[in-house]
């Protein structure tokens, strides 16, 4: 362990040397750092990005199923729907006529527009509901699925031409093409409000917090910054790990707000506290230098624990979560990267600008640390009992965890404010058939044969529609047969969940039995649904097990305390259970469809656990490690472990809370998205950072380091630093933390 003078003498830490270049060269690392992210965005630009095929997407039994139809050419085409229906019935007329007359004139000129649309391989003949009142036109595509995106946009041209030469009707387009298209751009529409919102309030907590213009838009500016290089970089890293359709950008974007803001208020705060601390008679580039022997060290350490921490999605197995881990561990770099580089070279660069006015500067000399010293001496005073109330809030928040379920959004999930999505509602309305359904592939010697026995079975069973005959299609080889059983109910609802528990366990081993050397497997919305759903729920304690283990090599490896490293790594996994505990509390139930716009599914989204866990770890380990290393810095002052537990957390009590407020401005934002997936990371991200801010890091951390006294530091406590009282804090903190 150095001396102060010894590591004066010495070599500095490489935090220290870079922050000291970047400080006194600004302009060369600014226009260095404006290169490299140029560079990365023009990468990937010419590199493009990388899809993933639908093969990237197969879990479980229905991947299995889809491999068997794919192989042997049984895939089903795209196929969009176009129903015509009668807006008002004219008094006497029965549901027969209300399919007549200007209705099968409408379907006729819908058949010649789409058939002359090279995009179209056929179009079928009109179909009546049971009730003769709607008529549909099932219209197939060329192609795969992801070629329809593309061209389903001529079709809807062609129905929306129709509707408007026939006013009298609703004429209307639906499919998976469709809803996935309107899908996808209504978010995104929603989702670039958010972030356009999300920038200004930020920009404004910051305004309130530093009390300067420029102190406010740094921390914004080295997000942006992150957002930017970490896009670029993702599009080269999809070539490794492919993009799941634009799923990990969200998540680049509030991990680079989160780790972004953090960093910059950790260093810039800490600079300050140099500048005030010396009377202003050191400059600001000494200040950066002596804030990065401290405040350097710690944004490394974190952003190790975060990027390691996020290496755990790739457990998963799934291109969503890869590609998802993959973006959040980029954005986190480079956030580092900036935050060793850039955020120096301009705190030093603007100097005197990022100091605030003179009622700034009597707040941050006067009130915060007092105010959050006055908090925690209770808390310190009576640790025992201050634990204990902490641990019940915890416990209550995430008791309901304990109950909850997962299960897969699907086309009824959807907001019915999408026009292709209240039209499916329709369809299925009219033509149950044409929901939900089974794909149960057969391999083998005559495989169409169990198949019309399966067909069979289900005539007359409620789990099944009844209202068109299932039909066996067969490969050109003989080998392979298909069977398409709809079913009339939600995708997600508890019925079709029993009529895949009814092919797949009674009904098709049955159909199949005594038949010998054939292979079967059974897909569909319904399938692959409640595949993925089970395949998260086996791998989440293995994610949860992998970054409790990487949260604890690091927070050992920056503190050199098994117990605190410990302490941390349970105060993260809190933070989440209690997310997850918040989400089953709201969402499995009805009571607050009403004040937050939803409609419960009676589950929790199968992605939303892991997309919770990932963001939360970032945010959790950052807030950790900027306490607890104030909390070191103290005590390797010789201030005893009590009191450095009250001076740490007050001192960086003001940069938590200012963190936590503009994360929860920013996932409050993501209420506002028509989408109930959404809503849920919302929900639980606001709730367990506003928990963490408050209970975890402001009670439970210091009653338990209270408890703890100098044990919590075992098994080496920190040395006790030679520099003076008075003397900076980053003085002592380079020795300690070198």
Not at 157 to 168: I, L, S, Y
Not at 383 to 399: D, E, H, N, Q, S
Not at 708 to 721: D, K, N
Request: with cysteine; net charge neutral.
């Amino acid at each position: 362990m150095r001396t102060t003078g010894q590591h004066s003498q010495g070599r500095a830490p490489v935090t220290v040397r870079t922050a000291q270049w970047c400080a006194t060269h600004p302009w060369k690392a600014i226009s260095g750092w404006v290169l490299l992210l140029a560079l990365c965005v023009g990468a990937g630009a010419a590199a493009g990005m990388n899809k993933g095929s639908f093969e990237d997407f197969w879990i479980g039994e229905a991947g299995r199923a889809e491999a068997m139809a794919s192989g042997s050419g049984l895939t089903p085409p795209p196929v969009e729907q176009v129903l015509i229906e009668r807006r008002d019935r004219a008094a006497g007329e029965g549901p027969a006529a209300a399919a007549g007359g200007e209705p099968v004139a409408a379907a006729g000129e819908i058949r010649r527009r789409m058939d002359g649309l090279p995009a179209v391989e056929s179009v079928g003949e009109p179909v009546a509901s049971r009730e003769g009142d709607a008529l549909r036109i099932a219209v197939t595509l060329r192609g795969d699925r992801e070629t329809a995106k593309k061209d389903v946009d001529a079709l809807l041209a062609q129905t929306a031409a129709v509707q408007q030469a026939h006013p009298g009707l609703r004429i209307e387009q639906t499919g998976s093409a469709s809803i996935s298209v309107a899908v996808n751009d209504k978010q995104g529409q929603e989702l670039q409000r958010t972030e356009m919102i999300s920038l200004p309030v930020t920009f404004l907590i910051l305004f309130v917090v530093f009390g300067a213009v420029f102190a406010a838009g740094v921390p914004v500016l080295l997000a942006l910054f992150s957002f930017v290089g970490a896009v670029g970089l993702y599009g080269l890293a999809s070539w490794v790990f492919p993009d799941a359709g634009g799923a990990a950008l969200s998540v680049i974007f509030m991990m680079g707000m989160a780790v972004g803001v953090d960093y910059s208020l950790f260093y810039l705060k800490r600079a300050r506290e140099e500048r005030e601390r010396s009377g202003g008679t050191i400059s600001h580039a000494r200040a950066v230098e002596l804030a990065a022997a401290t405040s350097g060290r710690a944004v490394v350490d974190s952003g190790l624990a975060v990027a390691l921490s996020l290496a755990g999605l790739y457990l998963v197995g799934d291109v969503i979560f890869s590609s998802i881990a993959t973006g959040a561990i980029l954005v986190t770099l480079v956030a580092v990267g900036g935050s060793l580089t850039v955020l120096p070279a301009l705190l030093a660069k603007l100097g005197h600008r990022m100091d605030g006015g003179r009622r700034a500067r009597r707040r941050r000399a006067g009130g915060e640390g007092r105010m959050w010293a006055r908090l925690l001496r209770p808390v310190v005073r009576r640790p025992l009992v201050a634990l204990i109330a902490g641990l019940v809030a915890t416990v209550a928040l995430a008791a309901p965890a304990l109950g909850m379920k997962l299960g897969t959004e699907g086309k009824e999930t959807f907001p019915d404010s999408i026009p292709a999505v209240a039209a499916y509602d329709r369809l299925v309305a009219a033509f149950p058939s044409e929901g939900p359904a089974h794909l149960v592939l057969v391999r083998g010697d005559d495989p169409a044969a169990p198949l019309r026995g399966l067909t069979e079975a289900t005539r007359g069973d409620t789990l099944f529609a009844q209202d068109r005959a299932p039909v066996v299609r067969t490969a050109e080889d003989g080998r392979t047969a298909l069977l398409a059983l709809p079913v009339p109910y939600a995708a997600n609802s508890p019925e079709a969940s029993r009529s895949l528990e009814k092919v797949r366990g009674q009904l098709l081993p049955a159909a199949v039995e005594g038949v010998p050397g054939l292979q079967w497997a059974v897909s569909g919305e319904i399938a692959a649904g409640a595949d993925y759903a089970a395949h998260q729920r086996q791998r989440l304690p293995w994610v949860v097990a992998f970054v409790a283990l990487a949260t604890l090599a690091i927070m050992y490896a920056a503190f050199r305390s098994v117990v605190l490293a410990a302490l941390g790594t349970l105060l993260n996994l809190a933070a989440v259970v209690v997310a997850w505990g918040v989400l089953t509390l709201v969402f499995q139930g009805t009571w607050a469809e009403g004040p937050l716009g939803f409609e419960s599914l009676g589950f929790v989204g199968s992605r939303t656990p892991l997309l919770v866990l990932a963001i939360l770890v970032g945010l959790s380990t950052d807030y950790q490690i900027f306490v607890v290393s104030r909390i070191r810095e103290a005590v390797g002052r010789g201030v005893p472990t009590r009191q450095a537990v009250v001076d740490g957390i007050a001192g960086s009590a003001s940069v938590v809370t200012s963190a936590a407020v503009i994360m929860v401005s920013v996932f409050v934002s993501f209420l506002f998205i028509d989408r109930i997936e959404m809503k849920q990371i919302a929900v639980g991200l606001t709730v367990a950072v506003l928990f963490d801010a408050i209970v975890l890091r402001a009670v439970i951390l210091p009653s338990a380091m209270a408890l703890l006294g100098e044990r919590a530091w075992w098994p080496r406590r920190p040395a006790e630093s030679s520099v003076p009282e008075g003397r900076s804090a980053a003085a002592a903190g380079e020795r300690v933390l070198a």
